[in-house]
């Protein structure tokens, strides 16, 4: 049973789609694409991010295709702008994957400031995000901790808003828990935590803090093990989840007895 089938809570709905898994998972880094289809069953994710500029769909004639390993059928594609360095390359590439997929509006944004701390870009995204908005896309975004702009770019009508924990790849998990809180606080959107993400305990820290999803990629693909770490990060999702839900003890600065004192026997 996971935590969305439990009477405590409802599935993640995006872009009017309901989805029982909270983790999304990613398809570079992978031995192969077996592998990759491999990860993804044993992540129970329902959602799967494609960069569209590095992973054939299609547009590579007479190469091997992930849609021939991945059915879209079953699973959402994601197709992502990673490698995009400014608005009108990331509009672009999501045009491109309209076109590869008939018409598929779901995309993910993310425009990159450079190539050593591949720190979102927050102007060039919000430039992007507002002209695939308006160009009938259900935009789901990668951004930076910044509770401002997080909200900001919900106003602009992204379907999602996905700030990073830490830098992409770095493994490094939430540098900056209080700001996520403040993005939650103020969002009437699915947040989910974006990059940064090592093991499992970061995955659960992130859905302990109330977000609504964790997307990973470089976790899962370059474990020693990627599919049994897909298994993990599975259930460290859906144990944060719950843990939320339940809501933590408070924390205290002295001893609390597990046993009442008062009325003993003797």
Known sequence: MTSSDTPFDTPLRIAGKDYHSRLIIGSGKYQSFQQNLDALVASGAEMITVAIRRVNLGQHAGEPSLLEVISPAKYTLLPNTAGCYNAAEAVRTCRMARELLDGHKL??????????????????????????VKDGFDVMVYTSDDPLIAKRLEELGCVAVMPLGAPIGSGLGIRNPYNIRMILENATVPIIVDAGVGTASDAAIAMELGCHGVLMNTAIAEARNPVL????????VESGREAFLAGRMPRRLYASASSPIDGTFF
């Open 229 to 236: 770490m897909a298994s993990a990060m599975k259930k460290a």
């Open 107 to 132: 995309v993910k944004l993310e425009v990159l400031g450079d190539q050593k701390t591949l720190y979102p870009n927050v102007t060039e995204t919000l430039i992007a995000a507002e002209e695939l």
